[in-house]
C-alpha cells in the first residue's frame, strides 16, 4: 500500500494501483479513489461508508475482494467528512448528487452501488432517484424505517432534540469555535476490534460499547456534521415499490439496531430483492468480513459477470 494519502490529502491510503481523485461541486471539494480491474472489465463498484466513518471503512474489503478482477472500483469520503470538505450541512439529496457526479466525471454509465449505514441510506435513495444510473444496490444493515429496532425508534424519537444541538454546533462553529480532529484509520480500529470480539464476554461488550459511543465518534468528526449525520440517517427509507433495480440486502443477526425477520418483509416487498443475514451486531465490515465479502461477491458475480466468476473460480 502507498502512502501517498496524505500528499493528496485524502483521508485514507491508496492501495497499489489507486489513484486519488478530486470533483468540485457545490459547496464542497470531493474526495474519491479510482482503482482500475485487474481483467476483462465487467462493470463498475462504488462503496460509501458510514456515520462518522471515511473511504478507509472499505480499504481492507477492497485489498482482499475478487471483484477487483472484473470490476473498477470507486470509494471516497462523503461530502462533510474526512478530506471532503462541505461549506454547508449536507443532505441525502446532496450526497446522492454526488454519487451521480463522481460517475459523471468518471465516465460510468450505470454502477453497483454499495452502502454501510449511512451510506446503505444514500444507497437506497440513490436508487430511488437515480435508477436510470444504476446495476444494482447493496445495502448492509440499513436502517430500513419499517426494520427499527426498539433502541432504535428510541434513538429516532430524538431527532428534534439533534436537530437544536445541531444547530446551536454550527452558530458557535460560525463563532470560530472548532475542534482538532484525530486522523481515523478505521482498518487499524477494525484489527483491535477482532481482539476484543475473540475475547468475548466483557471484551465482546466494551467493542460494541465503543463502536456505538458518541463520544468515541467525535473524535474523528465535527460535531455538528455527526448531528447532522444521525438526522439523514434517520429519514423515513424509500418505499419498496419504488426500487426498480435488482438490491441485495444484508442484515446483522444480533438486531442492535434493525430486526432481521422484519427487514426480510421489506426486502420481500421489493421488485427484485434478495436478502442475507450475516452473524454481527452492526458492524459486519469489522466482525465478520469474509462472510460479508462471500455473499457480496457471490450476489454481484452472479447477477453481472457470471463468466468472470466462472474465471476467478478456476485461478
Keep these: 500500500m502507498s502512502a501517498v494519502y496524505e ?15 478530486r470533483l468540485e461541486r457545490p459547496g464542497a471539494s470531493l474526495r474519491y479513489s479510482v482503482l482500475p480491474c485487474s481483467g476483462e472489465k465487467a462493470g463498475t463498484v462504488i462503496f460509501l ?3 462518522a466513518s471515511n473511504g478507509s471503512r472499505w480499504e481492507e474489503f477492497i485489498e482482499g475482494t475478487s471483484l477487483r478482477k472484473a470490476f473498477d472500483i470507486l470509494r471516497c469520503d462523503l461530502r462533510g467528512h474526512a478530506a471532503s470538505v462541505s461549506s454547508r450541512q449536507a443532505r441525502l439529496e446532496d450526497w446522492c448528487g454526488d454519487v451521480e457526479a463522481i460517475l459523471q466525471a ?28 444504476v446495476c444494482g444496490v447493496v445495502l448492509l444493515d440499513p436502517l430500513i424505517s419499517e426494520a427499527l429496532t426498539p433502541k432504535a425508534l428510541q434513538m429516532r424519537a430524538k431527532l428534534p432534540y439533534l436537530k437544536v444541538m445541531e444547530r446551536f454546533c454550527r452558530l458557535g462553529n460560525a463563532l470560530g469555535f472548532s475542534r482538532r480532529l484525530q486522523n481515523q484509520d478505521l482498518r487499524a480500529m477494525d484489527a483491535k476490534a477482532r481482539e476484543k470480539i475473540a475475547a468475548g464476554g466483557k471484551e465482546l461488550e466494551e467493542f460494541i460499547k465503543e463502536y456505538s459511543s458518541a463520544r468515541a465518534d467525535l473524535k474523528y468528526i465535527h460535531s455538528a456534521v455527526y448531528l447532522h449525520d444521525l ?6 427509507t424509500p418505499a419498496p415499490e419504488s426500487i426498480t433495480v435488482p438490491m441485495l440486502v444484508i442484515g446483522a443477526s444480533a438486531g442492535t439496531f434493525t430486526d432481521a425477520q422484519a427487514m426480510r418483509q421489506w426486502v420481500n416487498a421489493l421488485k427484485d430483492g434478495q436478502m442475507a443475514v450475516v452473524k454481527c451486531a452492526h458492524w459486519p465490515l469489522t466482525e465478520c468480513p469474509r462472510d460479508v465479502a462471500d455473499v457480496i461477491e457471490g450476489w454481484v458475480f452472479k447477477r453481472f459477470a457470471p463468466q468472470s466468476a466462472a474465471q476467478a473460480s478456476s485461478n
Design 7 to 21: 500528499k493528496e490529502k485524502l483521508a485514507y491510503r491508496l492501495l497499489d494501483g489507486e489513484t486519488a481523485k
Design 106 to 133: 468518471e465516465n460510468v454509465a450505470k454502477a453497483i452501488v454499495v452502502g454501510h449505514s449511512l451510506g446503505a441510506q444514500v444507497a437506497v435513495n440513490f436508487a430511488a432517484r437515480y435508477a436510470d444510473r
Design 49 to 51: 461508508h458510514g456515520v
Design 231 to 236: 438526522i439523514e440517517v434517520g429519514r423515513p
